[in-house]
């Protein structure tokens, strides 16, 4: 009951106020007056006391501003609410990232770790060294000069004693009793004194320490360093010819300027970059990237065939600005081209120097005259077949059986690459856009895959060459992790070698000691290091010498424990001896027999022959150990496009990453 009384000051007339609720529709400026209006000019409403006020005002119903209102909120909210998977998505790559970037600094910081430590055991080695030798010095010199030492102390001891002797019998007196002595001591002192005693000292004091610490100091100073770079792909941009119109089998060119998160430009180089040319069913065209150390970068690339092409440019496994890129690639009309077929050869090879401009000049120098007959070419089954070829050649290879289609499964593949072969009758491929190796039987029959996607370490991030170690070690190159990674046979990750000193690796073998061989297609350079990840040496540099390379591709081991490398842009093969001194060179730029398109595959049958993979004339060719051209490998029943990687199987056949296809396929191969 007490609830229900009120104050002395209180009436019910303000009770009733205070307890109605207030109406949905109240007016702001007048209490208890109803809102009809709505001033869209002031956007607020209006009962009839505010309408005066707002008299030449645009004015609507209430009821139909709050409508529209609420269909422009509800608007509002969908556009954010979409933006809801965007910004989830966004936020586990930006955690993705920043995990890899937590593990590749745990992984560096081991590196770090690691590289010291075998610098100090190095240092304490040295070290061990240069005591024992100060050791063995002195002992040789003391021993010489003790020697001498006690050689004179002998003669200084006879000397003396025959001297005091012939003393005593001097101060006595002469007699013929003491004469036979005296005539002893007469003796003695005459041997005495011709006696020849080592006086000039027979060895020197001279001990000094040469230690050039400055140049070492200098070298820790600077040992190392941390490469990074600002750029993020949402502001990095392409430019040149090479994003237009392009000409088949020419070099077209395209600049990528890397920037940062403001969009200034970067500086320095490093930065990890991928590109890609493809058709729509996905074949895979070959290039290579130019770091010009500026936060600048060339692609380079060649399209072997006409058509409609796309360009993906990634950078940091993210396309940049207007990636991917629409081309499209025509052929040079035959009536076009005005050279004689002597000067074919080297105006080919000018062309990986300059790219094309499109111009008729142009034309001329890298086009074919009508009348040179092309030898060899890519998919003439006429010229395999002629009489001619078997008589020249007794070899008769076929293709055996084709495994693969392009996709993410087992036994399918998206830009396949190296291949290797065990001899226990397995067949690895290196799936590299799938980031995984896979293994098949001899027959095709598929057994089993590893690898999964990342830049820490026992993760791939672009497998593109393997190899099998005698110890059953699985060697995988990662071009973009810029290190090889070795598994067990099962699959299960050991251990990486290579990391701070490979550019891009993209080919590797082994040779007879169990040393890894690393083709680092970015620095252009022959790596050989230990199965522990030490470096036993290096050879070759960017060039077009004979101990130079561009773009160098994959690497075999022949009988004589030489090292055969592709050469993709000079368009040849060479071989080396483990210490990088040249043996041999053979190849030149074309399509006829024993001439090359960009090699890429390399490896040795039993009897020392080479067999190479024509990567741009889409063939196979066989020379023997000399670089004499014998043969080629029968494939015009299933033409290759692009192949890469290239394998002899246990059994004798040859196996072949038939990448612009997405299959691997092998061959029948009478040795």
């Known amino acids: 009951m ?14 009733t106020v205070l307890e109605a609720p207030p109406g949905k529709n109240t007016c702001p400026q007048h209490a208890g007056k109803v809102a009809e209006l709505f001033c869209s000019a002031c956007e607020c409403a209006l009962c009839e006391d505010c309408v005066p006020d707002h008299e030449e005002h645009p004015k609507v119903p209430l009821s139909q501003a709050l409508e529209q209102h609420r269909s422009s909120l509800q608007e509002r909210l969908g556009g954010v609410q979409n933006r809801l998977p965007q910004i989830s998505d966004a936020l586990s790559f930006v955690k993705e990232i920043l995990q890899q970037l937590t593990n590749q600094r745990a992984s560096i910081e081991e590196d770090i770790q690691s590289s010291f430590e075998d610098l100090h055991k190095q240092l304490d080695v040295r070290k061990s060294v240069l005591l024992m030798e100060l050791e063995v010095t002195n002992g040789l ?22 001297c005091t002797q012939t003393e005593e019998a001097l101060a006595g007196e002469a007699c013929a009793a003491s004469l036979q002595a005296e005539q002893e001591l007469q003796g003695r002192l005459g041997e005495l004194a011709g006696l020849g005693l080592p006086c000039q000292p027979e060895e020197n004091d001279q001990l000094d320490l040469l230690l050039e610490t400055d140049g070492l ?9 941390i490469v990074t770079t600002s750029a993020v792909a949402s502001q990095s941009e392409a430019m040149g010819a090479g994003l237009e119109q392009c000409i088949v089998g020419h070099p077209a060119s395209v600049t990528i300027v890397t920037r940062d998160k403001s969009g200034g430009a970067c500086k320095s180089g490093n930065a990890i970059l991928s590109a890609e040319v493809f058709t729509p069913d ?10 010009h150390k500026n936060g600048t ?19 940091y496994d993210q396309h940049i600005k207007g990636s991917p890129f629409k081309l499209t690639i025509n052929r040079l ?39 040179q007959k ?18 020249q050649n007794p070899i008769e290879d076929d293709l055996i059986f084709r495994i693969g289609t392009k996709g993410r499964n087992k036994g399918e593949f998206t830009n396949l690459q190296g291949v290797a072969a065990s001899s226990s009758g397995r067949i690895l491929i290196a799936d590299s856009n799938n980031q995984c190796v896979q293994m098949f039987s001899n027959e095709g029959e598929f057994k089993s895959r590893f690898g999964m996607r990342g830049r820490s370490p026992g ?12 110890s059953g070690d699985i060697i995988i190159a990662d071009y973009d992790n810029k290190w090889v990674s070795i598994f067990n046979s099962e699959g299960k990750y050991k251990a990486k070698l290579g990391s701070g000193r490979l550019m891009g690796p993209k080919g590797v073998s082994v040779d007879q000691n169990g040393h890894v061989i690393v083709v680092d297609n970015k620095a252009c350079t022959v790596f050989i290091f230990q199965l522990t990840g030490k470096l036993v040496t290096k050879f070759g540099s960017r060039g077009n010498g004979d101990k130079q390379f561009a773009g160098p591709h994959f690497a075999a081991v022949n009988n004589n424990n030489e090292v055969i490398v592709t050469d993709f842009h000079n368009h040849s093969v060479k071989v080396f001896t483990l210490e990088g001194e040249l043996v041999l060179k053979f190849g030149s730029n074309g399509e006829g027999n024993g001439q090359f398109n960009a090699p890429t595959g390399v490896a040795v049958d039993v009897n020392g022959n080479i067999i190479v993979a024509d990567w741009g004339n889409s063939r196979i060719q066989v020379f023997d150990g000399s670089g004499s051209f014998l043969s080629y490998i029968n494939t015009s029943a299933d033409p290759l496009y692009g192949p890469q990687g290239l394998a002899l199987t246990s059994d004798g056949h040859v196996v072949v990453a038939d990448s612009g296809n997405h299959c691997f396929k092998v061959y029948r191969y009478l040795q």
């Open 374 to 391: 092309k030898k060899g070419s890519k998919r003439a089954s006429s010229a395999l077949g002629t009489p001619r070829r078997k008589t």
């Open 297 to 315: 970068y060339e692609f380079v690339y060649t399209v072997p065939k006409e058509g409609d092409f796309s360009l993906a440019l990634r950078l």
């Open 282 to 291: 996905g074949s895979i065209v070959d290039g290579e990237i130019v770091d």
């Open 459 to 470: 993760q791939l991030q672009r497998p593109t060459g393997v190899a099998v170690h005698p």
């Open 2 to 15: 007490e609830a229900h009384q009120h104050s002395p000051d209180s009436s019910s007339e303000e009770c």
């Open 333 to 371: 009309l035959e009536a076009e081209v005005e050279v004689s077929p002597s000067t074919t050869t080297a105006t080919n090879s000018a062309a990986y120097a300059t790219p094309s401009t499109g111009s008729s000049e142009g034309a001329k120098r890298r086009g074919k005259s009508p009348g």
């Open 141 to 162: 010199k003391q021993k010489v000069l003790q020697a001498q030492v006690d050689s004179l102390v002998r003669g200084e001891g006879d000397i003396t004693a025959s």
């Open 217 to 225: 100091r200098k070298s820790i100073h600077n040992l190392g360093t």
